[in-house]
């Protein structure tokens, strides 16, 4: 089956794996599609997964607590742990973190893994998804200038 290259691209930016850091450089050297058009499917890809995670984590977590002994017991631990480790760095910097995290454009920092963070600092679904969008919007920024900065320089 042959997938028309918007939806191919807007698909695999919704990929845990991929997201937008995978499907940017595909939209533009592959597909040749206009850095904005590439953006904003990528973008808008990409947060769609962070929304739905954003409100299916917390009755998911309650749920698995409640059926599993390990998950009681283990969960509480792991959110415990990771809210210690970084419950300094957020006080200080706020949902602005949340969206440099979202913007570094390297692997398990994309809008999957923030919205997780969101979740475990209790940071407000409507604010999550702002910080979500805007580091979404650097990260492509920033994928795209290096994807068409290299593609530049191979060509010449």
């Not at 919704?14 to 597909?31: K, S």
């Not at 599609?33 to 009755?59: C, E, H, K, Q, S």
Request: glycine share 8%; net charge positive.
């Amino acid at each position: 089956m042959h997938l028309p290259p918007e939806l191919s691209v807007f698909l695999l930016s919704m990929l845990p794996l991929t997201e937008l850091r995978g499907a940017l450089p595909l939209a533009l050297t592959y597909y040749h599609m206009p850095v904005v058009r590439a953006i904003a499917l990528t973008v808008f890809g990409n947060i769609i997964p962070g929304v739905v995670l954003l409100y299916v984590l917390d009755p998911v977590s309650r749920l698995l607590r409640k059926k599993s002994r390990l998950c009681n017991r283990l969960l509480p631990w792991l959110f415990a742990r990771t809210r210690n480790k970084f419950t300094q760095k957020y006080e200080r910097w706020g949902e602005a973190a949340l969206a440099v995290f979202v913007a570094i454009p390297l692997p398990v920092t994309g809008a999957w893994t923030g919205a997780v963070a969101a979740y475990l600092f209790d940071i407000p679904r409507y604010r999550a998804v702002l910080s979500l969008l805007v580091g979404l919007c650097i990260s492509g920024g920033i994928v795209a200038g290096v994807t068409l900065g290299i593609f530049h320089l191979i060509s010449l």
